[in-house]
């Protein structure tokens, strides 16, 4: 992503990436998920759903549009995840709330919107199974139970300060804050614990 185009390129020889296409979306992209035929790509004031289907000419079949805010995406099944937080300086306004958003995505021409949850400061989220675990900048990271889909379920609280990202590659999840990369074990949701850190300079 740019900030206008989605660009794709071949990678069939990874040394040396070729760009085969460059698709304008709209103005303030800024993240992108990959989920079976489909990329998810967070914008300012919307979620965009593009078709891979031919993954050298995407084609856009819907749009989530919400408040401007800046807008982290992952997808589950029929289901996309999305926190918007609208008081980070160049994401919004102090007017808007910031959420994590649940959206059915079933229909990829008809997405809607199932739930809002209200939250303080959330950035970076990720998805496994029966858990959503989102990054909240004050509250650490939010475990919630996903079981029901459409209404996410507050488990627990990983207590990391500024918490900005994460990425999990099981039993492992490496948290990225403003001033390091923090690794837990996460084999046991109801156990998670710290393996270690790795301080930025």
Same mark, same amino acid.
């Given at each position: 992503?740019?900030?206008?185009?989605? @660009?794709?390129?071949?990678?069939?020889?990874?040394?040396?990436?070729?760009?085969?296409?460059?698709? @304008?979306?709209?103005?303030?992209?800024? %993240?992108?998920?990959?989920?079976? /035929?489909?990329?998810?790509?967070?914008?300012?004031?919307?979620?965009?759903?593009?078709?891979?289907?031919? *993954?050298?000419?995407?084609? $856009?079949?819907? /749009?989530?549009?919400?408040? +401007?805010? !800046?807008?982290?995406?992952?997808?589950?099944?029929?289901?996309?995840?999305?926190?918007?937080?609208?008081?980070?300086?160049? !994401?919004?306004?102090?007017?808007?709330?910031?959420?994590?958003?649940?959206?059915?995505?079933?229909?990829?021409?008809?997405?809607?919107?199932? @739930?809002?949850?209200?939250?303080?400061?959330?950035?970076?989220?990720?998805? /496994?199974?029966?858990?959503?675990?989102? !990054?909240?900048?004050? $509250?650490?990271?939010?475990?919630? #139970?996903?079981? #029901?889909? /459409?209404?996410?379920?507050?488990?627990?609280?990983?207590?990391?300060?500024?918490?900005?990202?994460? +990425?999990?590659?099981? *039993?492992?999840?490496?948290?990225? %804050?403003?001033?390091?990369? $923090?690794?837990?074990?996460?084999?046991?949701? #109801?156990?998670?614990?710290?393996?270690? %850190?790795?301080?930025?300079?």
């Amino acid at each position: 992503l740019d900030v206008n185009y989605m @660009k794709v390129f071949d990678i069939s020889t990874g040394s040396d990436p070729i760009l085969v296409n460059s698709v @304008k979306i709209n103005y303030g992209l800024e %993240t992108i998920t990959i989920y079976g /035929e489909y990329v998810y790509i967070g914008a300012h004031d919307r979620i965009y759903m593009v078709g891979i289907n031919d *993954p050298s000419q995407p084609l $856009e079949y819907d /749009e989530m549009q919400h408040n +401007i805010s !800046c807008d982290p995406v992952v997808v589950q099944g029929n289901y996309a995840y999305s926190t918007q937080n609208s008081f980070e300086v160049g !994401c919004g306004h102090a007017t808007s709330q910031s959420i994590l958003a649940v959206y059915n995505i079933s229909n990829p021409q008809q997405t809607n919107l199932l @739930k809002s949850i209200t939250m303080t400061s959330p950035y970076g989220l990720a998805v /496994e199974g029966n858990n959503l675990y989102v !990054c909240d900048s004050e $509250e650490g990271v939010l475990v919630y #139970n996903i079981s #029901n889909p /459409e209404s996410p379920q507050a488990m627990s609280t990983i207590p990391v300060a500024n918490s900005r990202d994460i +990425i999990l590659n099981f *039993p492992y999840m490496i948290i990225s %804050t403003q001033t390091s990369f $923090e690794m837990y074990n996460y084999q046991d949701v #109801n156990n998670i614990y710290h393996v270690s %850190t790795f301080q930025l300079k």
